[in-house]
């Protein structure tokens, strides 16, 4: 790799990084029955994983995520510091880490994102990227919270809904960047 594509992989990689900060901005939405907010955040985590694929994306994501623990207030409804990572949303915060791994290894190895094959794309997130975090979320929040582990997991099916609409426009959205702008990665 040459300089300048190495130079233009961190600025695609930073941009991401401030994609997902800015949709922080949006504040979350409490659910009531666990600690744990509707956020429009980790649809940040899935552009991350398609547009930059394993390696930039993780990268991203391990940016911002480190942002967050020095303590700036980039996690939905402006919070930072460690401590958000001993916390009830701590296993989420470490399934964003490992779900760009996860879902761009699927996507090279299925070549899911070749025109022909969005559908596999859609499943590759839906399951790598909504059920990965979810269930490591629960099984971390039954943890932490000392609930049940089917109770947390169940609790979790309130954010299905939500996470299926933003993984698939994430989809849709990634589809339409790649088509015009390359990124070098492999399809
Ligand atoms: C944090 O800001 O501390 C992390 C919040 C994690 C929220 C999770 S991500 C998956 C699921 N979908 C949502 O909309 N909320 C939860």
Do not use: C
Not at 111 to 135: P, S, T, Y
Not at 167 to 186: H, K, M, N, Y
Request: glycine fraction near 10%.
């Amino acid at each position: 790799m040459t300089d300048q594509q190495r130079i233009k992989h961190l600025t695609q990689t930073a941009m991401v990084t401030a994609l997902i900060i800015v949709l922080g901005f949006f504040p979350g939405i409490p659910v009531g029955f666990i600690p744990v907010p509707i956020i429009l955040q980790n649809m940040g985590i899935f552009l991350a994983a398609e547009l930059l694929g394993r390696k930039y994306g993780t990268v991203a994501v391990a940016l911002f995520l480190a942002l967050a623990a020095l303590g700036l207030p980039i996690l939905s409804g402006g919070r930072g510091g460690a401590a958000v990572f001993a916390g009830p949303t701590g296993g989420y915060l470490f399934a964003w880490l490992l779900s760009p791994l996860l879902i761009g290894t699927l996507l090279e190895r299925t070549h899911a994102k070749a025109a022909h094959n969005w559908w596999r794309e859609l499943i590759i997130v839906w399951l790598a990227g909504i059920v990965f975090i979810d269930v490591v979320g629960a099984v971390w929040l039954a943890v932490q919270s000392h609930m049940g582990l089917l109770a947390a997991l169940l609790s979790n099916l309130a954010f299905i809904p939500g996470d299926l609409i933003k993984a698939t426009l994430a989809v849709v959205i990634a589809r339409r960047v790649r088509a015009v702008v390359d990124f070098g990665i492999p399809a």
